[in-house]
Nanobody, 115 residues
Framework: QLQLVESGGGLVQPGGSLRLSCAAS????????IGWFRQAPGKERELVAA???????NYVDSVKGRFTISRVFTKNTVYLQMNSLKPEDTAVYYC?????????WGPGTQVTVSS
């Protein structure tokens, strides 16, 4: 079964940092453009960052300059480095292919930004 496993979330104060990891289980996702998505309570899931196979990246405006997506092919892993976190970044974060079709949504990893 194709599965992506997210980890690295937690509780952090405003201005803090976290690094999320997305690891593929049972397959290699190195051929896909991969995205990090998030869903806050009462809101729709949104794509916040994506990275192509060649390393091109794009970000939603609200995280530009604060979040960085990267991938390590040898580890079959995609990362999301999140700096200068704000309370509005609080959400469950998920990874999937950029078009959200590669795998079924898993439990994600909770990020809570609060003092």
């Amino acid at each position: 079964q194709l599965q992506l496993v997210e980890s690295g979330g937690g509780l952090v104060q405003p201005g803090g940092s976290l690094r999320l990891s997305c690891a593929a289980s049972g397959f290699t996702f190195n051929y896909y453009a991969i995205g990090w998505f998030r869903q806050a309570p009462g809101k729709e899931r949104e794509l916040v960052a994506a990275i192509t196979r060649s390393g091109s990246t794009n970000y939603v405006d609200s995280v530009k300059g604060r979040f960085t997506i990267s991938r390590v092919f040898t580890k079959n892993t995609v990362y999301l480095q999140m700096n200068s976190l704000k309370p509005e970044d609080t959400a469950v974060y998920y990874c999937n292919s950029e078009d959200a079709s590669l795998v079924s949504w898993g439990p994600g990893t909770q990020v809570t930004v609060s003092s």
